[in-house]
């Protein structure tokens, strides 16, 4: 693993609620990614982040909020959530790996259950 | 925009049988391609890459790969599956430059039969 946690692991929150989900890195990777997994959609990138305040969407960033204050920290935010928002988050990193830089490495993903 | 097919969605094998998972992409600039694996229950794993060189890729638990430029493909492969090798498969691409998105493929459900 990339030294990858996200928290929390599960929730079930009520549309409407606000929500925040976070993922921490040790390991002071550039690149971060939030994803939706569905199925029959395989995974859909929400944000991502290329540095400290740098951000930008991806192809289902609507509803959906980001923010990196730090390098360790890239949080998700649901303003508002909607049932349509139930779903497995994964975020990743784009780390090293055998001398390149460009994989992908997952969180342990969170399960969020809007009601 | 580019995009990733996996025309199989449900595989169901045997035991020792052979497999193939067919992916291919759009893209025409140079790529690097990725397969990673989700056991029922947990996170998506690396199964193998391709950034250059030999087209054929092996990666762990026997599994490989080979990358055909002029058929956009990167298929999967395995010699003989392992009922351990039940979990979803997805094929990823990226672009050698610029913003570093990956595109995933919709996955493929492998079920291995005891």
């Known amino acids: 693993d990339a030294g990858i946690t996200q928290s929390p692991r599960h929730k079930v929150t009520e549309t409407g609620t606000p929500v925040t989900l976070r993922c921490h890195q040790t390991e002071n990777h550039r690149y971060m990614y939030w994803y939706r997994q569905d199925p029959g959609h395989g995974l859909r990138l929400i944000h991502y982040s290329y540095g400290v305040k740098d951000t930008d969407k991806g192809e289902v960033s609507d509803g959906y909020s980001v923010s990196r204050s730090k390098t360790e920290d890239f949080l998700l935010t649901l303003e508002s959530a909607t049932s349509s928002q139930t779903s497995v988050y994964f975020c990743?990193?784009?780390?090293?790996?055998?001398?390149?830089?460009?994989?992908?490495?997952f969180g342990p993903g969170t399960r969020l259950t809007v009601l | 925009a580019q995009s990733v097919s996996q025309h199989n969605h449900h595989v169901i094998l045997s035991e020792a049988a052979s497999l193939e998972l067919g992916c291919n992409y759009s893209?025409?600039?140079?790529?690097?391609l990725f397969w990673y694996v989700q056991y029922p229950g947990q996170h998506l794993q690396l199964l193998l890459k391709?950034?250059?060189?030999?087209?054929l890729v092996k990666g762990i638990k026997g599994f490989e790969a080979e990358f055909i430029k002029s058929k956009f493909s990167f298929n999967l492969r395995k010699p003989s599956v392992q009922w351990s090798d039940t979990a979803e498969y997805f094929c990823?691409?990226?672009?050698?430059?610029?913003?570093?998105?990956?595109?995933f493929g919709t996955g493929t459900r492998l079920k291995v039969l005891a």
């Open positions: 990743a990193i784009r780390g090293l790996t055998s001398g390149s830089t460009d994989t992908q490495y």
């Open positions: 391709y950034f250059s060189g030999d087209p």
């Open positions: 893209y025409g600039g140079t790529v690097n």
């Open positions: 990823a691409v990226t672009t050698t430059s610029g913003t570093y998105k990956y595109i």
